[in-house]
C-alpha cells in the first residue's frame, strides 16, 4: 500500500515479538525466501542484530525489503534519537524503512518532542518514514495538531475480537495506515468455531481466514511464526476470496477483547 508520505509498504509482513535473537535468524530467513518482502521488530524485542543478517544473508537488494523497528518507552524525550542510532547500529541495513514509537507511555507525557524528533530524523534522510504503535484517538489527535503531520502507521492490536472500529475511522480520516499486531490473536482466534467453519467451506486455514479479513479492510497485517510451514502458510491469505456473509460473521465476533496490554495505562 502507498503511505501517506508516498512511500510504499508491503500489507503482508512478518513479525518477531518473542523470538530470541538467535532464532530471529533462522525465521527471518525462512520468511523471505518464502516471499514476504517486510519484517517487523524493535528494540524491545531484542532481535535487532538478528533480523539484520537474515536481510543481509538474504541475496536480496536492501530497496526489496521493508524493515520496520520501533523506540522502546524508557528512550522517549531527549533519548530517543540516541535510541534511534543504536537501531540502526545492531540492524546493520543502512537507513530503515520505518521507525514507530512503541508505545504513547501517556504517563511519561514526552510522546509529543519524541515524535518531533522522529520527524526531523526522517527530513534528516535518516529513516524513511515515521509512525506510531498503540496510538489511542487522542494521542494521535495530539502528535497531529502539534505537528500538522501524520504518523503514516499506527501499528496496534486488532484481530477479529479486538476490531477497532473508532481507531480504523480514525486513521481512515486521517490517512494513517492501520497495521494489526497480533493479527491472529496470539492464536486465540483461530479456534473460534465460526472462523473455523468460513476455514472450512474455503478449503483454507483459520489463519487464512483471518489474514483475508484484515486485508479486506485495507489493514496490514505483521503475522508471527517460527514454524516453516505456518510461515507458508499465513502468504496463502493473499489468494483467497470471503464472501460478505464471512465479512457479516466475522464482524459480529468483536468483543473488545486485548491480548496485549492497555496503551492508556502502559509506560
Ligand atoms: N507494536 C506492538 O506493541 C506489538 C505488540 C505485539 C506484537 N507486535 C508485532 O506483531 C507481530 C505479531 O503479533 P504476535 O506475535 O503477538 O501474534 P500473532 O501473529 O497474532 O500470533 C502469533 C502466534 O500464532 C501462532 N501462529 C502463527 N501462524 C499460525 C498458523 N498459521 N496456525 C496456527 N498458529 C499460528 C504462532 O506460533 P508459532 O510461532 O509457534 O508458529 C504464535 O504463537 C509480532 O511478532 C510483532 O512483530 C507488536
Redesign the pocket.
Known amino acids: 500500500m502507498t503511505l501517506a508520505d508516498g512511500m510504499r509498504m508491503p500489507v503482508l509482513g512478518f513479525?518477531?515479538?518473542?523470538v530470541s535473537d538467535d532464532d530471529a535468524t533462522p525465521a527471518v530467513a525462512e520468511a523471505l525466501a518464502a516471499g514476504y518482502r517486510l519484517v517487523?521488530?524493535?528494540t524491545l524485542y531484542g532481535n535487532e542484530a538478528g533480523v539484520g543478517r537474515a536481510v543481509r544473508a538474504s541475496g536480496l537488494e536492501r530497496d526489496e525489503v521493508f524493515v520496520t523497528t520501533?523506540l522502546w518507552n524508557d528512550a522517549h524525550g531527549d533519548a530517543a534519537e540516541a535510541a534511534f542510532a543504536a537501531s540502526v547500529e545492531r540492524l546493520g541495513l543502512g537507513v530503515p524503512d520505518l521507525y514507530?514509537i512503541?508505545?504513547p507511555a501517556p504517563a511519561r507525557d514526552l510522546y509529543v518532542p519524541t515524535w518531533r524528533t522522529l520527524l526531523r530524523l526522517r527530513d534528516e534522510g535518516r529513516v524513511r518514514s515515521v509512525g506510531v504503535?498503540?496510538f489511542q484517538p487522542a494521542h494521535l489527535r495530539r502528535i497531529v495538531e502539534d505537528s500538522g503531520e501524520v504518523p503514516v502507521v499506527n501499528?496496534v492490536?486488532l484481530?477479529p475480537y479486538l476490531q477497532q472500529r473508532e481507531l480504523r475511522a480514525l486513521h481512515g480520516e486521517l490517512g494513517v495506515v492501520t497495521q494489526a499486531?497480533?493479527?491472529?490473536?496470539?492464536?486465540a482466534v483461530?479456534a473460534d468455531p465460526v472462523i473455523g467453519d468460513i476455514a472450512r467451506t474455503h478449503g483454507a486455514?483459520?489463519?487464512q481466514v483471518v489474514l483475508r479479513w484484515h486485508l479486506d479492510l485495507g489493514v496490514a497485517v505483521?503475522?508471527?511464526?517460527?514454524?516453516p510451514a505456518?510461515i507458508r502458510?499465513?502468504l496463502g491469505a493473499a489468494d483467497l476470496e470471503l464472501t460478505e456473509e464471512d465479512h457479516e460473521r466475522i464482524s459480529a465476533l468483536d468483543r473488545g477483547e486485548r491480548s496485549?496490554s492497555d496503551p492508556d495505562v502502559v509506560s
Open positions: 513479525g518477531v515479538y518473542k517487523d521488530t524493535a520501533k514507530l512503541h508505545w504503535s498503540n501499528q492490536e484481530h499486531w497480533s493479527p491472529l490473536g496470539r492464536g483461530l486455514t483459520p489463519a505483521i503475522p508471527k511464526s517460527v514454524t505456518r502458510e499465513n496485549g
